[in-house]
């Protein structure tokens, strides 16, 4: 029996817009295991950074089960969600704007130290905020720094040390290295690496860039427009995609190396409106594959091999 | 232990949270200017009931009445023969404290306002905001005359009349201020840390909303000024023959043809009061922004 | 005008572009930002070339030097020459620059959401362009406009249609539409795809490889992501702290590489089709441009530096006629960086 730290159940995000209902997260179902990691991408607007932040309740979902060890958060008060807190944590895409531009690098993580009350006074919180930037890799003397006086790189470790203040169980890591320059970008793969090996953390990874998610992740999720089309350990998808979409998205990976780029799938067009869609595969408009049974109803995700789902009507077949 | 561990965020720093503002404000030639002028009208305005004789300031004498600034009566005399000099002079003490009471009277009361407006949205904005268009829509001075009838004619009831009728300008300009920071990822951090809404508001909204506020606050002033004049003009708050820089700017309304200098002096009064103001707020704003320091 | 036609002909035809040792600094008030350094490029036509290298490296400065369009001040180009289809374009009159621009030489900016303007349909912007450009009448520009956004993919049917009713990779097509709109001899795209989302980013990038062919251009890619440079680019040039530290065909750059930068950024990424791979991430910062050392401003980083390696000036050597290498460990005739070894 493995131990699921997270099931989300039937997880749907609506958003009332002028133009109707806009399906942002649409029946998102998946559990993950402690100490492993889900990679979840997609395109742009295909609802990954809605569901990492309707798990977190900092957007309340429209209908669904999140259960975090065995308790749905979503059915909790305003003061127990908070009290839950320190249990799952989030790291943004954007070390510009997710630091508070008036704390210094002490303040902005005793922020997060303080809410565990074991650290009392100043200089136990300094010395966990000390202990803190040496998990992360942040030298002593940027102790009271201001961000907009460090890097890209520093600045999302301090977003990490907050993060990991409050000694959480799990970690949503939305985008953490899309905004960074790729040696920087390894640094902070690296750091993330290590401290699942330490901390024993679970992290859900989003991420809009394939080679990155392949490589730190156990198992990966692809979504589109809201919904899940595939789901594998990240081998499997590699080696064995099914969904047309899922094998576009590959094949759209520039590779750096000479010659190596293979056959490229081509899709029809851009990505439909996620307003108010219609009952039928949402990725029919642009599939290559696309038949008439596409036109009657979503796919369901079905299971092909153990562990590997795909919702399509006509593959595998 | 502690005393070792504490040295390392001090090692590193040379000067407190306050001690730093006040470094860098002290580098801004004009906020230092602005300060020295504000500190000089206040120290008048607080003590010049001990050493001024009133006499000086309310005593007619009809044979001198509209001299033109000289060396006896620096600022001339007007139409009752006083002398201007003092009369701008001890203005201060009243026109000071209603431009300072009545703007931190709008502060206090329209910024959490607009905060809590901006924050929540929803049903919550759709109230405050729609209140606050209600009072805009009185006319300040007619608000005034209603709040001074109602509680009575003070000083203080001045003040808080003034105060109110521009409280609708902060909550507007905060709520649009916290529209653009609530949506920045350090206020979905702190939330994501299970701190609370009041936490977030003013620990993290608000510090970033400075700049728009700390610059109405100190064009307000002025305003305050004036509209507490025309209050007083229409006996509502400080009673004539008590000179008070928007009083003195009226009276001295009806000879501006033939003795511009009675309306000069106390209107130069108004301005630099409102500069000092201005400069020390622009000052202060820089001196804050972390983004600022080099 | 006629000036510029004589120097066109004693200059070899099919070079488009030719930059002699170009520096560019950033004169701040108390300190300067040594963007660009001393850098020289040479682009033949047809050709694209791939521009690498971090934040901060010198990218986007060359690129708007090329055009003579560094904001000035803090702008200044300190040394070196630029001849774009031979026309000297640090010499240029400012009426000449501005024909120049737009005709010979355009340039497409990295996001596709500002650089059009909100209140103009696409049409009517790109018709604006082509007409500034050729001697034609409106009719004339509004068929080429059509013609142009068909040939990015976009039915002309859209022509009249505003901005905001694009999507981001239509967007950046129409982006595109303008650039090509008068025939540029030379295209600069500053990251023109990082925005998109990748199956967009693919189609964008294939579009503008099968146009490079219709239109008989030369192209100048700029990156940070290698695998676009390995998909489109003839050759590369890696740039760090304002040098060009690497530069070469792209077998050459990628297959044959010499210097430990261009190593260590090949190393930086993840490899798919080996998930166990450990990332070797380049240790350290990019260094202040405003304090760069007399040597090789990477030697911090390098882990093959010696101490001597930060104060000697670099030299420049070449291991083929194209393959050139700024990194004084080649002196010891023996160095091999690992990349090569295996």
């Not at chain 1, 992740?217 to 594998?232: H, R, W």
């Not at chain 2, 009831?157 to 409280?167: D, H, P, Q, T, W």
């Amino acid at each position: 029996m493995a131990d699921h730290i997270l099931e989300v159940n039937h997880l749907k995000k609506y958003f009332k817009t002028n133009r109707g209902m806009l399906h942002a997260v649409d029946d998102i179902t998946f559990r993950l295991e402690r100490g492993k990691t889900l990679g979840i991408v997609g395109e742009s607007g295909c609802g990954k950074s809605t569901t990492g932040r309707c798990i977190l309740r900092l957007i309340e979902p429209t209908d669904g089960e999140v259960i975090f060890e065995g308790e749905d958060l979503l059915k909790l008060g305003k003061r127990q969600m908070r009290a839950r807190c320190s249990d799952l944590q989030i790291i943004f895409q954007d070390p510009f704007s997710s630091l508070n531009p008036r704390n210094t690098v002490m303040e902005t993580i005793a922020e997060g130290v303080r809410v565990q009350k074991k650290y009392r006074t100043p200089a136990e919180i300094e010395k966990r905020v000390l202990e803190l930037m040496e998990t992360v890799g942040l030298a002593e003397r940027l102790i009271n720094s201001y961000p907009h006086e460090l890097d890209g790189g520093r600045r999302q470790r301090i977003g990490i040390a907050r993060a990991l203040a409050v000694e959480p169980k799990l970690i949503i890591c939305d985008e953490p290295v899309s905004a960074l320059d790729v040696s920087i970008q390894a640094q902070i793969l690296n750091l993330l690496k290590e401290l699942q090996r330490k901390l024993g953390l679970t992290y859900i990874f989003i991420s809009h860039d394939l080679s990155v998610v392949n490589h730190i992740s156990d198992e990966i999720m692809v979504m589109y427009l809201g919904q899940t089309v595939e789901k594998a350990p990240s081998a499997e998808l590699f080696a064995n995609p099914i969904h047309p979409y899922t094998k576009a998205l590959l094949s759209a990976i520039p590779i750096p190396k000479v010659d190596a780029n293979k056959e490229r799938i081509h899709l029809k067009g851009e990505v439909t409106s996620p307003i108010d869609p219609e009952d039928e595969c949402r990725f029919a408009k642009r599939c290559l594959y696309a038949c008439e049974k596409c036109q009657k109803g979503c796919p369901k995700l079905k299971e092909v091999s153990p562990g590997h789902f795909v919702a399509c009507h006509c593959f595998p077949e | 232990m502690s005393t070792e561990t504490m040295s390392v965020s001090r090692k590193y720093r040379k000067r407190s949270k306050l001690g730093e503002i006040w470094h860098h404000l002290k580098k801004n030639k004009g906020a230092m200017t602005g300060l020295g002028i504000l500190i000089v009208m206040f120290a008048v305005a607080l003590t010049i009931d001990f050493w001024l004789d009133m006499e000086k300031v309310i005593g007619q004498n009809i044979s001198q009445k509209l001299q033109a600034p000289n060396s006896l009566h620096w600022f001339g005399t007007d139409e009752m023969g006083r002398d201007m000099f003092w009369r701008v002079v001890y203005g201060s003490r009243y026109s000071l404290a209603i431009g300072f009471v009545a703007v931190m009277v709008s502060l206090a009361v329209g910024v959490p306002l607009g905060a809590v407006a901006g924050y929540y949205g929803g049903k919550v904005e759709g109230l405050i905001m729609r209140i606050t268009d209600i009072f805009s829509a009185i006319p300040s001075i007619l608000m005034g005359v209603v709040i001074v009838s109602i509680l009575g004619s003070s000083t203080f009831n001045l003040m808080l009349a003034v105060g109110i009728s521009s409280v609708p300008n902060f909550v507007r300009i905060t709520r649009a201020a916290v529209l653009t920071v609530k949506n920045e990822e350090y206020v979905e951090a702190a939330r994501a840390l299970g701190k609370t809404d009041l936490y977030i508001i003013f620990r993290h909204i608000l510090p970033n909303c400075l700049s728009p506020i700390i610059v109405q606050t100190t064009l307000r002033v002025a305003s305050a000024i004036v509209s507490a004049s025309s209050l007083s003009f229409l006996g509502l708050g400080i009673k004539p023959p008590s000179p008070e820089w928007g009083a003195l700017l009226t009276a001295g309304k009806t000879y501006i043809r033939g003795y511009s200098y009675l309306c000069l002096f106390p209107g130069l009064a108004i301005m630099i009061t409102v500069l000092a103001f201005n400069m020390v707020g622009d000052g202060l704003r820089d001196a804050m922004d972390p983004k600022l320091k080099r | 005008m006629s000036e510029v036609r004589e120097n066109e002909k004693t200059v070899d035809d099919s070079l488009v572009l030719d930059i002699q040792d170009l520096t560019v600094h950033y004169e701040l008030e108390d300190e300067t930002v040594e963007a660009v350094n001393h850098i020289s490029l040479q682009l033949k036509k047809k050709r694209i070339l791939g521009l690498v290298g971090e934040t901060g490296a010198g990218k986007t400065s060359t690129a708007l030097a090329i055009l003579n369009l560094l904001p000035n001040p803090p702008g200044v180009i300190k040394s070196g020459s630029i001849r774009v289809c031979g026309n000297d374009m640090l010499k240029l009159s400012q009426k000449e620059l501005e024909s120049i621009r737009g005709s010979s030489i355009s340039m497409i900016f990295q996001d596709p959401m500002t650089s059009l303007n909100p209140v103009y349909s696409v049409g009517e912007q790109i018709a604006e362009s082509i007409e500034l450009h050729e001697d034609c009448t409106k009719a004339e520009a509004w068929e080429k406009a059509e013609e142009m956004l068909q040939l990015v993919g976009i039915p002309k049917e859209r022509i009249h249609e505003y901005p905001h009713q694009f999507s981001g990779g239509m967007k950046q097509r129409v982006v595109i539409a303008i650039a090509l709109a008068c025939n540029p001899k030379l295209l600069l795209a500053d990251e023109p795809t990082t925005a998109l989302d990748v199956t967009i980013q693919a189609q964008v990038l294939d579009m503008m490889c099968d146009l490079k062919t219709k239109f008989d251009m030369a192209m100048i890619f700029i990156t940070h992501d290698l695998g676009i440079v390995a998909q489109i680019c003839d050759e590369v040039a890696v740039m760090y702290a304002g040098r060009i530290i690497e530069q070469g065909t792209l077998r050459e750059v990628f297959n044959h590489t010499k210097h430990p930068y261009t190593e260590g950024l090949f190393n930086s990424l993840p490899d798919i089709e080996n998930r166990e791979a450990e990332l070797q991430p380049i240790q350290g910062m990019m260094p202040d441009p405003t304090k760069l050392p007399e040597g090789c401003a990477f030697a911090p980083r390098c882990p093959y530096a010696k101490p001597e390696c930060i104060n000697t000036p670099q030299k420049e050597r070449s291991f083929s006629e194209t393959h050139k290498v700024l990194c004084s460990a080649y002196d010891d005739p023996t160095f091999r960086i690992r990349r090569e070894e295996c």
